[in-house]
């Protein structure tokens, strides 16, 4: 870390009222040269609102910035782009129609004499993601990425502005292992070069790895800046909730006598070689493995997401092979995607409209000729979103304006509107803060335990492992492994990531 008297950036006393809430309260906020500062904190701690300050999104309602020590009033994002300040945002701001080099460069478009350099620009995109290792073809639209790939644009983007101050949103919350490793080795080379980095993630695994110093924001406040590497996680947990986090993850009672409710036999699909498994009522199943595993793969064929090749699939003694997604929850099989945002949520609707979709199939909401009643509708979700912790106020906003959190609520919230007996959870706590993992975690104990058999596809290791009764663990899409009680560590299942499962099958 580079360090000078004048910090490269430094916010005092910063404080931002909207009507009828107080966002931010005197946060004082310093990053030197080559620095990496993590922030950190529960959705709604006031993280987006702080670096949209500092991005020009929005003007303080008190305290004052500096840059290299000179006082700075931004009026736009144009104003903090030209002081040298990069921010890469949760929700992306690339063209759909327009090719990656022309989103790359857009505003800042390259000429030769009055017409543009369609050629420079291409070259100079393709360099850059050389440069950054990150592999796309610079020519496609934007709207024919990946997520991730549109995540890696973005990133691109703000490289290209030669930011002296980066601001990465949650930047890895789309990326796979690899893609993350080579956007931390682009992190550290851009340190090295003295450029400030403020980064945002709830993935407290990454801190020790990448930060030099952590701010936690905890109701629109700093409560303290403290080092990466000197700070444990139960630390950064209970300045980040205000309370004492003496078990993250619940305790799960298990039946003995649990009978199975859900077969997967010699399941072939795409990324999935021939893997069998059970799932029994009142039971916790995990599934591990690295991105490309067939962890999730395996269970997107079984619910007719990709297409099955072979193998069968049975629920409650009954076939279901190559039953339709909507035949499936029909029958009792609740699924949450990895991917809220395009595959679980209609994103424009409310809270409420969003949960109403799962009550549409029960006959005490809806009439002879499917209209909904309304004020049975109403109490029914009013119930739900209570269940699982989404605010009176968040049920009637729309879904998009709402935390990753409350989002993740509402999606748990859609396996509630009718009574389940298997619940599919791919990747349940992704992109959400500790305290609302807490409380999505309490919500699989009471599904649980309720005698509902429970499957949670993890990437997040301590998570699949401490939830788990049974954990199985995926390599090259075969089963490497079934752990359980006292087996299921983190040296054996990391041992088995990487087994060689084409001599074991």
């Not at 139960?234 to 199975?260: F, H, N, S």
């Not at 092979?321 to 595959?343: H, I, M, N, Q, Y």
Request: charged share 25%; net charge neutral; hydrophobic share 45%.
């Amino acid at each position: 870390m580079h360090s000078r008297a004048a910090p490269l950036v430094e916010m005092t006393g910063i404080s931002k009222e909207f009507p009828g809430v107080k966002a931010l309260s005197g946060v004082h906020l310093k990053v030197e040269r080559g620095e990496v500062h993590v922030l950190f904190g529960e959705n709604g701690a006031g993280k987006s609102t702080l670096i949209s300050i500092l991005s020009g999104v929005f003007r303080p309602t008190a305290g004052s910035i500096h840059i290299d020590g000179a006082e700075v009033n931004f009026h736009s994002v144009h104003d903090a782009t030209e002081a040298g300040i990069g921010t890469v945002f949760q929700e992306f701001s690339l063209v759909p129609t327009l090719p990656v080099f022309e989103n790359l460069y857009l505003g800042r478009e390259l000429q030769r004499g009055p017409f543009l350099d369609r050629g420079a620009m291409i070259r100079g995109a393709q360099g850059l993601f050389a440069e950054l290792d990150f592999d796309i073809d610079v020519t496609r639209p934007a709207s024919s990425l990946s997520r991730a790939q549109q995540q890696m644009v973005e990133i691109a983007k703000a490289f290209l502005a030669n930011a002296r101050v980066l601001i990465l949103d949650e930047p890895t919350a789309s990326l796979t292992e690899r893609e993350t490793e080579r956007l931390f080795t682009f992190i550290g080379k851009a340190a090295s070069a003295g450029v400030g980095i403020i980064y945002i993630s709830h993935r407290i695994q990454e801190f020790a790895e990448i930060a030099d110093r952590i701010s936690i924001l905890r109701d629109g406040r700093l409560i303290a800046t403290v080092p990466a590497r000197a700070t444990s996680e139960r630390e950064l947990i209970e300045l980040m909730t205000g309370r004492a986090v003496d078990q993250i993850y619940p305790k799960i009672a298990r039946r003995t006598d649990a009978p199975v409710v859900m077969t997967l036999e010699e399941i072939r699909t795409a990324g999935v070689l021939g893997a069998s498994l059970q799932v029994r009522a009142g039971e916790v199943l995990g599934c591990a493995g690295l991105v490309g595993s067939g962890k999730s793969r395996i269970w997107r064929a079984a619910m007719g997401l990709q297409p099955l090749r072979a193998g069968k699939v049975t629920l409650k003694g009954g076939d279901v092979t190559g039953a339709t997604t909507r035949a499936l929850l029909k029958a009792g099989v609740f699924f949450l995607p990895s991917d809220r945002k395009s595959e679980g949520l209609q994103m424009t609707a409310s809270a409420r409209g969003n949960i109403e979709l799962s009550l549409l199939d029960r006959a005490d909401v809806t009439g002879l000729f499917g209209f909904i009643a309304p004020r049975r509708s109403r109490a029914l979700t009013d119930v739900i979103g209570d269940k699982v912790g989404i605010a009176q106020g968040a049920m009637d906003r729309a879904v998009s304006k709402l935390s990753g959190g409350n989002q993740q609520k509402v999606l748990f919230g859609k396996g509630f509107g009718n009574d389940r007996d298997v619940y599919i959870f791919d990747e349940p706590t992704v992109g959400v803060d500790m305290g609302t993992r807490i409380a999505l975690y309490q919500l699989i104990k009471q599904i649980a335990e309720a005698g509902k058999a429970v499957v949670v596809i993890s990437s997040d290791l301590p998570e699949v492992m401490n939830l788990s009764h049974r954990l199985l663990v995926f390599a090259k899409g075969r089963i490497s492994a079934e752990l359980s009680g006292e087996a299921i560590t983190e040296e054996n299942v990391l041992k088995h990531f990487f087994a060689d499962t084409e001599k074991a099958a």
